[in-house]
Structure formats: structure tokens, C-alpha cells
């Protein structure tokens, strides 16, 4: 009887209590309003399912490092609730295998009865036919370096032919990525990596974690994430965390005072409301890569507000600020798979190698029927029967690391403040990635991205900051930009140093 009143005194849900009463708290724990009775009713049942689930999964702990579950915010939803798009919203599924279909027919392609694939908040298909500004079909290549450098008119590097960047025809639930490897486009390879097989133990760049670097800096280079809300719009969230790490990274860069780093919070807004096409629109899921190629500019969230938090369908407002300051932008993308690896040990060392030498990257992961919404803390590995299918969320790759002889990814979400380990982040075992660095298919471009991006705004030693690309194009006394347009210092500075040390031998 004590442990259920501290449960209650201190908002906690005792598991062992019966499914009503966990529901009677639950409503007053999070302000639940349902609008009838039936409504009420259905979403009982669901969240009697999500407890079951929840129960079963802590159950099957073995050690103390294992993930925990819990009830939260999102145990009266389904997966598709949070990661997709409701059912009423689904008619711009529609309009986009339309559209493809009357392609077809413009352009005298055989003709071709197009899936009717799940909408979600992640989009597998990308550029099949850009419809936003300055759109076309360029030669596919894997690194995808942005050109024309202004807001409202990007290309992008894609196939010629649209089919060739058609969604597979298996079920979301059904998927094996069992495909021919002589097929796989560039963007299914690894990207380029140092040789050898030393890499540090446990190298984070956000959260608590870093204290545990063996190398690296024990800095954290990650401030309040985004939340999303009921938007399915993960694959701009996603690139709103990014944008904060990368913004911090270079203050860091340049300053190498931790207590000097600036973090602010980047809007995922612009995206949702101007980059359209017919894999991309709004609330209705997308792909980052459509972001990248449109709009590779970032802003942060104080200039422009994220207002799609309780969901905002799938029409675009279109751009509402055109001067707002642009803060980084992103000039190259990288994407790539571990496709051509066969083995999770061979998958987890190349993600690894990525962390370490190209720094934080977007993945996709797959959520639904394993716990993922439940998670609250400890090491994530669920069955590998319950990571089948396609990834069906984009998420942040921040580090790695190991505990109690475990391995694991750290990974930062965009969903509500108090999701997951120290605020929305969550570790996922080396032996089930759900997904993480995956291919979806011989013909799909997969959802893992590295970026490169620059803002010269925060180098006090630039002459000269463009205001499009924002690198520096002119240091102060006749310093040179590095390869990341930025100026360390000047060649006076290092002649000096240089002097010195000559004197000093």
C-alpha cells in the first residue's frame, strides 16, 4: 500500500495495479479529454495493449543494463500515431501515386500499376519528381553536393528515370532486404573510411554520455532537442537536431571553451512548410534528403517558430519569413547503407568508424511493435522479430559505447521532454540497430545521411562571410579559409609559433 502511494505522489504508474486504474491515472496524469464515450473506450484498449506489451518487455530483462519501459504520454496511441499520419490524412497518398502515374504517361513509360504504400512521418521515396522551386533530374551520384546556392532554387543529383526510385512492393511488415548486390546504386554503399580496426571505446558527442570519452573531448555539443509533437515530420526534426550540433560544434571549433558553446534550437518549420514533393509534404512525412536539396539552410527556432507541434496535415503555408537569417547551411550530403556488409558486427564497426570520422549522422529506425514508444531507459535490444520491416522513423546517431561487455549506439529522438534517457535520448544495442544504417532497397535511396555544413558567423577572424553559403571567402590579415571555410588564425599567429618553437630547440 506504501509503494502505491509514492507512486502516486510521485506521478509513477505501479505495473501491478489493474489496467483500469492504470487508465483513471493515466487521464490525470496527462490531462486526457476524450471527446465520447467511444472514443474513450478505444483508446482504453489500446493502452491495455501498450501495458501489456510493457509488462512482457520488463519481464524479459536479465541484467540491470537492460532498457526499461514504461508508461508515458504516447501509451494511449498507436505507432502509426506517432511516427505517421492519422487515417483522415491520408488522401495526399493518393495524389502523389497519381502523379506518378500520369508521368508514366507523359513521358512514355510502360505502364505500371504504383503501390498504394503507408504514408508515415519517414518517406523511403524520394525525388521521383521534384515539385518544389528549381527542381530536376540530375545524374545520380553519392555524394550529393548542393548547387545553386540560394534558398529557392537547389537541384538535385537523382536517376532519370522515376521508376528506378519507386518504393519496393513488399508490406512495410514484410520487408527482408533479401536484394541483388550486383544492383545496388552508389547511394547503397559505405562512404569512404579510414583503414584499420582501432577506434576509441565510447566516443559521444551529446548528452552525459561524453563523460565516458576515452578520447574524445568530454564536451557536449547537444542543448534542448526538438519535439515534433502530432506532426509526422521526424525527417525535418531530425535536421533541426543536427543544426544545433553542428552550429555548437563550430562555436566549439573555434573557441575550444566548452562553457563558451552555443546551442540554440533549430526550427524544423521551413521545411515543413515550403519543400514539397511527391515523397514530401508537410505533416505527412518526408524525406531529409528533399530538405537538403530544396532547402539546405538553417534557421534557428526564436526567428522562425515551429508552430506544426499539434499536427497541421499535409498543406504547405509556404514560406513566411523570406529574410529571416539563415544561421548554417548545408552543402554536401552524403548518403550510403551497410548493404555489402553481411554480419551485425561488420554493420556496428562501420557505423562506428562513420561517429568517429564524419561525426553525428540521420538514420532511420524502426518503432513500432518492439517498445521503442515505451522506452525510458538502459540498453535497447529488442528480438530481431520485432525489427522487421522498413525503418519507419528518422532519429539522430550521436555516439557509441559500452556497457557491462554491451555495446551500443546513442541516438537522440524528437519527441516530447521526458522520452527516453536524460531527455529523448535512447541506446541501442550493436545486436538488434532496428534499422540504423540499413538499405530499403536496390532502387531506394536509404535515409542514412551524413552532412557537411558551414557558418562563417561565429568566426570572429572572418573578413568576409557570404551571405548565401556563409563561408568565409576573405580571413583577417591575409588568412586562408580551411577546407570547412572557416579561419583558425592567422599565417601571423603561426609564423610566430613557428619562431618560437625554433628558439626553444
Known sequence: MLLLLLCLVNGEFDLRQPDAELFNQFIREYHREYRTEEEKTRRFLIFKSEVNTIRLLNAERTKDSDAVFEINNYTDQLIPEITKVVPSELTREEEAIEERERYDQEHDIPSKKHKRYKKSGLSHLKNIKLR????????????????????????????????????????????????????????????????????????????????NNTEREKVDLC??????????????????????????????????????????LFTPQRWTDTVYTSATSRCCGGNPGDCLTQLPSFTFNADYPYVDVNGAGCNLRGDQNSKVPIKLYAKKYTEFSTADLERDEEKAFALKKILHHYGPFLAGIRTGGNGFQSYKGGIFRPKKDRCKGRPDHQIFVVGYGVENNEEFFIIRNSWENGWGEYNNYMRVSNYSLCGIGAMIGKTVHPINYIIESYSCLLDENCKNCDATSLVCTECKNGGVPNERGICNSSPRVWMILFFLVLLLL
Do not use: W
Not at 163 to 186: G, L, M, V
Open 132 to 211: 518544389g522551386p528549381g527542381g530536376d533530374f540530375r545524374n545520380d551520384t553519392n555524394n550529393n553536393t548542393i548547387i545553386n546556392n540560394t534558398d529557392n532554387s537547389n537541384t538535385y543529383n537523382n536517376s532519370n528515370n522515376p521508376i528506378e526510385n519507386e518504393s519496393q512492393s513488399s508490406d512495410d511488415n514484410t520487408e527482408n532486404y533479401t536484394f541483388d548486390k550486383d544492383a545496388y546504386r552508389p547511394y547503397n554503399n559505405l562512404p569512404d573510411l579510414p583503414e584499420g580496426d582501432i577506434i576509441p571505446l565510447y566516443h559521444s558527442y551529446c548528452g552525459p554520455y561524453v563523460m
Open 223 to 264: 542543448g534542448q532537442q526538438v519535439d515534433q509533437g502530432r506532426c509526422g515530420c521526424c525527417y525535418a526534426a531530425s535536421l533541426a537536431n543536427y543544426g544545433q550540433y553542428a552550429y555548437a560544434n563550430i562555436s566549439y571549433t573555434l573557441t575550444h571553451d566548452a562553457n563558451a558553446i552555443e546551442k540554440p
